[in-house]
């Protein structure tokens, strides 16, 4: 072995010691500590592997993986001491092993690379997160259903460029996000099923002479088959990008339905109330109550869009296979994750203790001439009007109510037929919020029938 000044994994070829700054630059022991265990597994699975196909003993690879478990439970009590001169988790690992079991520790490398184990153990933690991504989404998804089915028929306002455009029901706006963050859902399972690939076996970049068993490393990490190209297998790291662009999107729909609870929760909105637990005060105003946790969940989307932008950059354009660019995916990935799991944990929270205020949501739904379109489509059915003339009428309707200072429902028969003679009594059926929306009986409509069918098909999927 070589002397302190020069690294005791490849000593052998150096004769000096990396400048400290060098060290700074090429260290990542920092952030990558976090795939300890992911590290721990790959070598522990590798190990068991080298043994079953007779290129280490068994008697090392049984002080091989004791010694890993050892070293896992140093790092997990806060006891294990990190080197920055040992650069990344893989080497604080092996030199850690090597102290605590000798000899032996040094066969653990045979026929792999830190590249197939890097790839490895970062997949495993990505494959992680999506699988706690997954349990987030579901967790939202069932919170969204319970306000859904309680507010089925709960008529509100709904809008265009923020403008009441016609009514809806509070159950219909709820299962809007609980389709959008159904396929967040859909997008992170693909994700998982397309990234569970094994690089470990593929070795620095051409695979190896060594007779190693790839099916059963695979195997024992969950992995569903090894990877099938090694330069492959060792150089993308597109199942991270699919990770952050499946959070990044699933951040957009994310901020927009913070962007709502924002508004809503507004002394000038009074839709939805949100608990005390998951609201801040003002340290000067005392009668403010702030939607900070939605504020932040809106927020989120800009750190994790831009670890998305980030690593697309980083990955650009490099030669295959591997290349030090990629340490850089780590740290996006780590902190888009954590961020991520956190906005849906507080939607979830939000969106559990929330009340929605059925007054002032049915208050506001009927104003603005929200049923204008109801009596535009009453003049076509019953009078049998071309929807162009019944588009005028209505406006004209409209504009006699706004300067009369009332709602459509209480223009009176004579005002109504002052634009158009034969308008009966029967239009104000149509009036009204509730039969506005009990009237949107296409598939995938408000009406509180289509909102409790969507509401039963989805609980039989979650
Ligand atoms: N710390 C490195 C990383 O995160 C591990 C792989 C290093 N491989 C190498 N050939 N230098 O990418």
């Given at each position: ?10 000593g052998g070829r150096f004769a000096a010691g990396p400048d400290a700054i060098m060290e700074a630059i090429n260290a990542s022991i920092g952030f990558d500590q976090r795939m300890a ?18 290129v280490i003993t068994d008697s090392d690879a049984q002080a091989i993986r004791e010694g890993l478990l050892t070293v896992l439970s140093e790092i997990q009590n806060g006891e294990f ?162 990770f952050l662009s499946s959070a990044s999107i699933c951040a957009v729909h994310l901020s927009r339905f913070a962007e709502e609870l924002v508004i809503w929760s507004s002394a000038q ?194």
């Amino acid at each position: 072995m070589t002397d302190q000044s020069s690294n005791q994994m490849w000593g052998g070829r150096f004769a000096a010691g990396p400048d400290a700054i060098m060290e700074a630059i090429n260290a990542s022991i920092g952030f990558d500590q976090r795939m300890a265990a992911q590290d721990i597994a790959g070598s522990r699975a590798h190990a068991a592997m080298l043994a079953a196909t007779g290129v280490i003993t068994d008697s090392d690879a049984q002080a091989i993986r004791e010694g890993l478990l050892t070293v896992l439970s140093e790092i997990q009590n806060g006891e294990f001491q990190f080197s920055t001169a040992l650069e990344d988790i893989h080497m604080n690992v092996e030199a850690r092993l090597k102290e605590v079991i000798g000899e032996p520790a040094g066969r653990l490398h045979t026929g792999r690379s830190r590249n197939d184990q890097v790839a490895t153990d970062f997949k495993l933690w990505v494959r992680d997160q999506l699988d706690a991504a997954e349990s987030g989404l579901l967790a939202l998804i069932r919170a969204l259903l319970a306000q859904a089915e309680a507010g089925a028929d709960w008529v509100m306002p709904g809008f265009t460029h923020l403008q009441t455009a016609q009514p809806v029901t509070w159950g219909h706006h709820m299962m809007a996000y609980v389709e959008m963050f159904g396929r967040d859902l859909s997008r992170v399972r693909d994700a998982r099923a397309r990234m569970n690939e094994s690089p470990l076996g593929a070795a620095a970049l051409a695979g190896t002479s060594f007779p190693i068993d790839r099916q059963m490393t695979a195997e024992a990490l969950g992995f569903d088959r090894p990877a099938a190209n090694s330069l492959d297998a060792v150089s993308d790291r597109d199942f991270a990008l699919e990770f952050l662009s499946s959070a990044s999107i699933c951040a957009v729909h994310l901020s927009r339905f913070a962007e709502e609870l924002v508004i809503w929760s507004s002394a000038q909105f009074r839709f939805v109330t949100l608990s005390d637990r998951f609201s801040t005060g003002s340290s000067i105003m005392p009668q403010k109550k702030n939607p900070d946790a939605a504020e932040l969940i809106r927020a989120k989307v800009g750190r994790i869009y831009g670890a998305n932008t980030a690593l697309m950059m980083v990955m650009k354009g490099l030669p295959l296979a591997y290349s030090k660019d990629m340490q850089e995916d780590k740290e996006q990935v780590f902190d888009a994750a954590d961020n991520w799991m956190l906005a849906l944990a507080a939607m979830e929270g939000m969106v559990k203790d929330m009340t929605a205020n059925r007054e002032s949501l049915a208050a506001a739904a009927g104003s603005g001439f929200s049923t204008a379109t109801d009596l535009a489509d009453w003049l076509v059915r019953v009078l049998g009007l071309p929807f162009r003339d019944a588009h005028h009428v209505t406006g004209s309707l409209v504009a006699m109510a706004e300067s009369k200072g009332c709602d459509l429902p209480d223009l009176t028969l004579e005002d109504m037929q002052s634009v158009h003679a034969d308008i009966t009594d029967d239009v104000y059926s149509v009036l009204t919020v509730q039969n506005s929306v009990n009237s949107r009986q296409s598939y995938g409509g408000t009406a509180p029938d289509q909102v409790r069918a969507q509401v039963k098909r989805w609980k039989a999927l979650v």
